[in-house]
């Protein structure tokens, strides 16, 4: 099929969901679900109209485009000094229930695959860990929710996934360079320079860029419609002058978030919206790529033991870590698992996914692994929308922290 008609079956599924997208949300269907939904259709499973590979030229560069704008926007909105203050609830969850559930997702893989190397395992359990508040919206919208338990998700969910990039990036170059920990250092330098390349090209433009936008603003130099596509350039910017210098670009592009958030007065909650709704798009095209690529590459490697992992990491592998993370904080065990079930897995996992296909130059990700990451995907998409209201509803009716 010609790029022509996917772009235009691509605009009417925008078009046809924008029309009905209030009415499907107040039934718990959410933009996720349908564009997932047309891409099945579409796929070899459905109509077989459209045939996108993972190692694409268009896909790798909606996924790049993405997940720069992802984790740009997802970092600045997180407020320094509101963080200080409100910062028990979010940093048990990102430094204590984070790595404890990589961990404990490695070490059951293991039981579970024993025949997969530790590494492609790790792997695995890295993609699956950020988790994408955007799948159980009500949860972190609804104000009859404790504003710190949505605060709390809501944080956690736009961290996390910066958190976990440098160490996705470590796992990759040590299987990509098949070697072992120990046997090369050669990977620690690289390493040392993608992160602390990225960082420091990430605070340097972000503060540069914030205060250059605040100036201009405050001179009245900049039409509004430039006021809100500047973060945007600013994000693009930043991601290829990292990488054009050795550094991560990715790592950039969060780092340089946090500080244009904190360091501009522009951003305010209009701009913020636009920024979130130009990245949206490329959002809804990720699921779109998922249901026509994802799904039909992993269905036949579905197995007893792919299905039990991928429910066990949605909740024992998520919830357990939660409810260790926030012993001691006076949190009720009601409100442990409410935090501990909306973990979602979505788009960073999916443009992870995506990024170590480019990265690494393989198709397969160990099949019974892509498999797991899939399935555990859909899963999510699938179970974490339908339930977020019905939930919420049921938790502030019922309980208190």
Do not use: C
Not at 302 to 322: A, E, G, Q
Not at 328 to 352: C, D, H, N, Q, V
């Amino acid at each position: 099929m010609g790029n022509e008609l996917i772009i235009l079956i691509v605009a009417l599924i925008v078009l046809m969901y924008g029309f009905f997208s209030k009415s499907l949300e107040r039934s718990n269907i959410s933009g996720p679900m349908i564009f997932l939904l047309f891409g099945i259709f579409l796929s070899p499973l459905g109509l077989n109209i459209i045939e996108v590979g993972l190692d694409s030229e268009g896909v790798k560069i909606v996924a790049e485009i993405a997940l720069i704008i992802v984790l740009f926007t997802d970092s600045s909105s997180l407020n320094f000094k509101k963080f200080k203050r409100e910062w028990k609830i979010p940093a048990r969850l990102l430094f204590i229930g984070l790595p404890l559930t990589i961990i404990f997702s490695t070490y059951i893989a293991t039981l579970f695959f024993p025949d997969e190397p530790l590494l492609y395992l790790l792997l695995m359990a890295l993609i699956l860990a950020p988790t994408d508040a955007a799948l159980g919206k009500a949860v972190v919208t609804d104000k009859a929710v404790d504003e710190d338990i949505r605060s709390a998700i809501n944080v956690e969910s736009g961290l996390n996934d910066g958190i976990v990039f440098p160490l996705l990036i470590t796992v990759i170059l040590l299987i990509s360079s098949h070697k072992e920990l120990g046997s090369d250092h050669s990977w620690v330098l690289y390493l040392f320079e993608q992160i602390s390349l990225g960082f420091i090209v990430g605070a340097i433009s972000g503060y540069i860029g914030g205060k250059t936008l605040s100036r201009a603003v405050k001179r009245d130099w900049i039409k509004d419609v430039y006021r809100n596509l500047s973060p945007v350039s600013l994000a693009i910017l930043t991601y290829y002058i990292a990488e054009s210098l050795g550094g991560n670009g990715f790592i950039a592009a969060f780092v340089s978030g946090a500080f244009f958030g904190n360091y501009s007065r522009v951003l305010d909650s209009y701009s913020f919206r636009f920024l979130e709704s130009e990245g949206e798009i490329l959002i809804l095209i990720s699921f779109l790529v998922f249901g026509l690529t994802f799904i039909p590459a992993a269905i036949e490697f579905l197995n007893m033991k792919v299905v039990i992992y991928s429910l066990l990491s949605l909740t024992l592998f998520r919830m357990l870590p939660v409810a260790l993370s926030l012993m001691g904080l006076g949190l009720s065990l009601k409100s442990k698992l409410f935090i501990g079930w909306f973990g979602p897995r979505g788009i960073a996992s999916i443009l992870y996914v995506m990024t170590v296909v480019h990265k690494m130059q393989i198709l397969d990700l160990q099949s019974t692994l892509f498999s797991v990451i899939t399935l555990t995907i859909l899963l999510s998409i699938i179970l974490h929308g339908l339930s977020a209201k019905p939930l919420v509803n049921f938790y502030t009716k019922s309980f208190k922290i």
